[in-house]
Nanobody
């Protein structure tokens, strides 16, 4: 039972990537889902969250206007479209299911999330 993140890679500044988060062994029904990232030498931080029923979203300030989160409940998959990427976006990106909420809050509390997979590396460099 886990969420598998994929779609990372090496991209130049200003480029785009689309990450996918697919559920394995369970469904995403009823769960808010969040994307987190861990940059080298830093704590894991919340990037974006999407609610289950109304697909309302929240974003970390530094990615607003550049990243878009979406979900396909029929496919039990969540996506993160990342545009205008910057070197400071370099990190391992993870997705997690919020076991306590179906709706996102402005603040993403890591301990509310579970079913982490191995993550996917995003490197933004020229």
């Amino acid at each position: 039972v886990q969420l598998q993140a994929s779609g990372g890679g090496l991209v130049q500044p200003g480029g785009s990537l689309r990450l996918s988060c697919a559920a394995s062994g369970f469904t995403l029904d009823g769960y808010a889902v969040g994307w987190f990232r861990r940059a080298p030498g830093k704590e894991r931080e919340g990037v974006s969250c999407i609610s289950y029923s109304d697909a309302s979203t929240s974003y970390k300030d530094s990615v607003k206007g550049r990243f878009t989160i979406s979900r396909d409940n029929a496919k039990h998959t969540v996506y993160l479209q990342m545009n205008s990427l910057k070197p400071e976006d370099t990190a391992v990106y993870y997705c997690g299911a919020n076991l306590m909420r179906s709706r996102c809050l402005a603040a993403m509390t890591e301990h509310e999330y579970a079913y982490w997979g191995q993550g996917t590396q995003v490197t933004v460099s020229s």
